[in-house]
């Protein structure tokens, strides 16, 4: 008797959860984390997340913690409510800085997901000049799984670095291990240090930045690189932080499907009217 009440629980838990997908997709909603995830998200529902959350930088409200402890409770409560969206064969890239993504990490490996790369992004833009230490010039992106995920490698090469060397190996081929190996004409595999201008450095005038539509746009070619790895076409993809709505953009563009929030209303506005410019 029992048992057959938690499966019936269970039955109309599935069918909620469907509903739910089902009908919200290709759809940013401006609603906070916490609440969109629980309420529009269907677990077992997302083939790729791409998040790029608070860093705690306290650039503005929304990136403001009163302690470094509070900041990782709110990124591990966020985390724990977005594990279970993740379908059985799934990706998982989370940004953050390189301090704060140790931290992550940790957490990742705790909840059992596969770490895969850190990868570094080299943002060509140094934001300090500090006299004590090196410049920071790069953010973490973290790039974990579960299962086993698609991964289109062919997809996201990049040109050889030494093309004098690879002018000869294309004539001739070079010998490895005994044998004659010639480059890809496609390019090397995607190393996991990335070089991708800024937004902020690409949108300088004369040398100085101009105030942007967001704080913290990320390069549209990066986020593609990203969706073209770790999804397929018609795959869901999630951002829960979505900005200025580059991840929705770039997925309709691939034409993936995509659903996503965004708590500030300006923002979350933006997001509607980028989307829409890209509608034509
Ligand atoms: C780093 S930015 C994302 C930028 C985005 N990747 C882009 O390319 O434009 C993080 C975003 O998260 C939003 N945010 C902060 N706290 C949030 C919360 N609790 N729920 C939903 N969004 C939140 C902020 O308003 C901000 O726009």
Redo the contacts with the bound molecule.
């Keep these: 008797m029992l048992t057959n009440l938690v499966k019936q629980k269970d039955i109309f838990y599935q069918q909620v959860q469907t509903e739910i997908l089902t009908a919200k997709i290709n759809k940013i909603y401006n ?4 609440d ?1 995830l629980h309420t529009k998200v269907a677990d077992n529902s997302i083939d790729l997340a791409v998040i ?4 705690n930088m306290k650039k ?1 409200d ?2 403001s913690f009163k302690t470094h402890d509070d900041f990782l409770n ?1 990124t591990f409560s ?1 985390i724990e409510a977005l594990l279970p969206k993740l379908k059985q064969d799934s990706s998982l890239y989370i ?1 953050n800085t390189p301090f704060n993504s140790a931290y992550i990490l940790q957490f990742l490996v705790s909840q059992r997901l596969d770490f895969k790369n850190w990868i570094v992004w080299n943002k060509q833009d140094g934001i300090s000049a500090p006299k004590n230490k090196f410049v920071n010039g790069s953010e973490t992106i973290l790039f974990f799984t579960k299962g086993k995920p698609v991964f289109n490698f062919d997809d996201v090469r990049e040109p050889y670095k030494s093309t004098d060397r690879m002018k000869h190996a294309t004539k001739k081929g070079i010998i490895k291990n005994g044998k004659r190996w010639f480059p890809n004409p496609n390019g090397r595999l995607c190393s996991e240090i990335w070089d991708f201008s800024s937004e902020r450095h690409k949108n300088k005038v004369n040398g100085k930045v101009q105030k942007m539509q ?5 390069p549209k070619d990066m ?1 593609e690189k990203i969706i073209k790895a770790s999804s397929n076409k018609n795959d869901l993809v999630l ?9 929705a953009i770039v997925s309709k563009k691939m034409d993936r499907d995509f659903i996503g ?4 209303k300006d ?1 979350y506005d933006l997001c509607i009217e980028q989307l829409k410019k890209y509608d034509g």
């Design positions: 609603l906070d984390v916490f969109f790029d959350p608070p860093y503005a929304w990136d709110f966020w940004f967001h704080l913290t746009p990320k986020i951002d829960c932080f979505m900005g200025s709505g580059t991840t929030t965004e708590l500030n923002y």
